[in-house]
């Protein structure tokens, strides 16, 4: 409820400020769209109220630089409002749990600052092209810089630096304005922006929400060299509870769903007995609910003393027997395992490229423990001298 609370109050807040600036008012894309337009002679946006010559007389796409008029001056300081506007806002939304875009926030915060250092060169350009910096290919009456462009420099940039994209990025841009000879800013824009973006951090802002929101995840470019073995990773360890499993033969309805009610596993070994602890497969805790469930309401006979068999082919019972419950059919006979003297490097490489969340370590077929992602994430903050028990997972 929290949420939706919040989600809310942001929305009004965003309406109660976003409707009085008109570079806020109207969609993002629309807004990106008008930002990346260079200024024809048939253009009506503020950005374009420049002051025109009567004797300029070239083609619509060769219009020279000109000073800017009153609307340009009103358009640059509203859009200095509404870029603050966007990065404050596209902080609270994407903070948010709920799904929200980062693309088009992104390219719009990064369009309206290159538009507003498009203009500010231009302006520069035009009054004082005698500067070193502009005396070499800003004649009087040239056309030598275009806002346009640095609002899709600007965008690529900002959406570079966020979420720390090269070549797909450069895509991405050429695709959105279909502007091949923009290729090469387009390009040093992204690289100069994860350039210094990774100057302050090597996480992107996805990833850095995944660690905010204590996701378990393993990221491929963590090395782990550690010299431990899967023995001193997997759980239960000595001052644990005994592992929660199945017998193949010998388990009860009863006795499964009172396991299911007492922990929260996401899955359980499957051996063939209790004595031998010789694995033979592993049940996800949502396939068995799910199988008890549909038992009880469509299967004659099944009762809490029923047993629940998991091998090919149920014993014949009396008719006074209560009817055995059969789930072979969920039961994975193949689950991935390890051996206890397994280096712990090769199964966080395993957890990485397999993207397993569990796998079961054993000796010789018999069940020693199992090992989750979850431990394997607790295991590297305690070998990086960092305290496993800080690390909150969601």
Same mark, same amino acid.
Request: overall charge positive; proline content about 7%.
């Given at each position: 409820m929290a949420v939706v609370w919040g989600v809310l109050v942001v929305t009004g807040v965003t309406a109660l400020l976003?409707?009085?600036?008109?570079?806020?008012?109207?969609?993002?894309?629309?807004l990106i769209s008008e930002l990346f337009n260079d200024c024809g002679a048939l253009e009506s946006s503020q950005l374009c109220d420049?002051?025109?010559?009567?004797s300029t007389s070239r083609a619509l796409d060769d219009i020279p630089d000109r000073p800017a008029g009153p /609307?340009? +001056?009103?358009?640059?300081? *509203? $859009?200095?409002?509404?870029?603050?506007?966007? !990065?404050?806002?596209?902080?609270?939304?994407?903070?948010?749990?709920?799904?929200?875009?980062?693309?088009?926030?992104?390219?719009?915060?990064?369009?309206?600052a290159g538009r507003i250092v498009g203009i500010a060169v231009e302006q520069m350009a035009y009054h004082h092209h005698d500067w070193i910096i502009f005396r070499s290919w800003c004649r009087p009456g040239a056309d030598c810089v275009t806002p346009g462009l640095y609002a899709m420099v600007g965008a690529a940039a900002c959406l570079g630096g966020v979420t720390r994209m090269t070549v797909?990025?450069?895509?991405?841009?050429?695709?959105?304005?279909?502007?091949?000879?923009?290729?090469?800013?387009?390009?040093?824009?992204?690289?100069?922006?994860?350039?210094?973006?990774?100057?302050?951090?090597?996480? /992107?802002? +996805?990833?850095?929400?995944? *660690? $905010?929101?204590?996701?378990?995840?393993?990221? !491929?470019?963590?090395?782990?060299?550690?010299?431990?073995?899967?023995?001193?990773?997997?759980?239960?360890?000595?001052?644990?509870?005994?592992?929660?499993?199945?017998?193949?033969?010998?388990?009860?309805?009863?006795?499964v769903e009172a396991l299911i009610k007492d922990t929260d596993f996401n899955g359980f070994p499957v051996v063939v007995s209790r004595e031998s602890e010789r694995l033979i497969g592993f049940v996800q805790r949502r396939d068995l609910t799910l199988a008890i469930k549909s038992a009880r309401q469509k299967q004659d006979g099944v009762v809490s003393s029923s047993v629940v068999y998991f091998t090919e082919d149920a014993p014949i019972l009396a008719p006074s027997?209560?009817?055995?419950?059969?789930?072979?059919?969920?039961?994975?006979?193949?689950?991935?395992?390890?051996?206890d003297h397994t280096p712990m490097e090769t199964v966080v490489d395993i957890f990485r490229?397999?993207?397993?969340?569990?796998?079961?370590?054993t000796r010789s077929g018999r069940l020693l423990g199992i090992i989750t992602k979850k431990d394997v994430l607790r295991h590297m903050a305690q070998m990086m001298n960092q305290d496993p028990e800080s690390i909150m997972f969601n």
């Open positions: 976003a409707y009085p600036n008109p570079y806020t008012r109207r969609s993002t894309s629309q420049y002051i025109t010559s009567n /609307g340009v +001056y009103s358009a640059l300081w *509203q $859009l200095t409002l509404a870029l603050v506007f966007k !990065i404050l806002i596209t902080i609270f939304t994407f903070g948010m749990k709920i799904p929200s875009g980062l693309f088009i926030p992104s390219m719009a915060v990064g369009a309206i797909s990025l450069v895509v991405i841009m050429f695709e959105l304005t279909g502007g091949l000879e923009y290729i090469v800013p387009l390009m040093a824009a992204a690289v100069t922006s994860k350039w210094v973006a990774d100057a302050f951090g090597k996480e /992107g802002i +996805y990833e850095s929400h995944i *660690q $905010l929101n204590g996701y378990p995840y393993l990221d !491929i470019r963590d090395e782990f060299t550690h010299r431990t073995l899967a023995a001193d990773v997997m759980r239960p360890r000595r001052s644990d509870p005994p592992l929660g499993l199945l017998t193949q033969d010998s388990t009860s309805v009863e006795e027997n209560p009817q055995p419950l059969k789930l072979r059919r969920i039961l994975n006979l193949s689950p991935f395992t390890v051996t490229k397999l993207g397993l969340r569990q796998c079961l370590v």
